[in-house]
């Protein structure tokens, strides 16, 4: 696996890798196996794996979690490796915004409601910099978790509207045994809270907002909502222990 720093080091790794299709998959690091899901598919499907590893300081509102964001570059290098990956671009925050950066990508509607409304600017910033990433990349496809469900809905508005011609692939949810879906943040969860967090999963499972409601009372519940994305989910956000977990299950089939 190759590793580049810069954007004229990811280009001129990827220059003569462009005969046949490159998949990319963003991430912010810190993987698991639902990171890893990832790279299997793009490496199942792609001649080419580009891996970006990049905590975007933009998309975070508060600056603790940022700061608490986990990183560990030498573990993530070493899994990614061992996925197939081909490169690996973990470029410096100075690298993707440079002095005087002012040109942002809002994705209206989608942006505000549910997480949006939660995380303002988040959407602003997770757009913004996978336009960057696509840009700079130029991937045939590019690789997301339906565990962010409505980060995939972003993304596919983004690619419609400015005529990108990517390929999106969304992969399912990978969970614990337990029925927690995988996320960086759960290292985070002391072994109590962790118990309390599966009532999040348990609560989705139902199907079913009302009894979702009902089975998460007591706990701190952001939202619990149905919503219109394709396809539709029951999706909740819930904070346990200062840790913010997200997560949805589809419900119904796909509206395309
Ligand atoms: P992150 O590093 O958290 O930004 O995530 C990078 C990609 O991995 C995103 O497309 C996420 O939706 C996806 N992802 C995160 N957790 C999971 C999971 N448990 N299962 C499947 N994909 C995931």
Request: charged share 25%; proline share 7%; net charge neutral.
């Amino acid at each position: 696996m190759q590793i580049a720093r810069t954007i004229a080091e990811v280009r001129r790794l990827l220059g003569p890798r462009r005969g046949g299709p490159i998949g990319l998959v963003p991430t912010m690091g810190a993987f698991h196996a639902g990171h890893v899901s990832l790279f299997e598919a793009a490496r199942r499907e792609c001649e080419t794996v580009a891996v970006s590893l990049f905590v975007n300081p933009t998309q975070f509102g508060e600056k603790a979690d940022l700061e608490r964001y986990p990183r560990d570059e030498a573990r993530d290098v070493a899994i990614a490796d061992g996925a197939g990956v081909d490169v690996l671009f973990t470029p410096r925050a100075e690298e993707l915004y440079p002095a005087c950066f002012g040109t942002w990508v809002e994705v209206d509607g989608l942006s505000t409601i549910l997480e949006g409304a939660f995380r303002p600017g988040h959407f602003r910033g997770v757009a913004t910099v996978c336009l960057k990433l696509f840009n700079i990349v130029m991937p045939t496809r590019v690789y997301f978790g339906q565990k962010d469900a409505q980060q995939v809905e972003v993304i596919r508005r983004l690619l419609r509207d400015f005529d990108l011609p990517i390929e999106l692939r969304v992969l399912p949810t990978v969970r614990d045994a337990d029925g927690l879906a995988l996320s960086s943040r759960n290292v985070r969860l002391s072994p109590a809270d962790r118990e309390r967090a599966l009532a999040l999963p348990r609560a989705l499972a139902t199907g079913d907002v009302a009894r979702a409601r009902a089975l998460l009372q007591g706990l701190d519940v952001e939202y619990v909502e149905l919503a219109p994305f394709d396809p539709p989910v029951l999706a909740a956000a819930i904070r346990v222990g200062g840790v913010r977990l997200i997560d949805n299950v589809p419900v119904g089939g796909s509206r395309t």
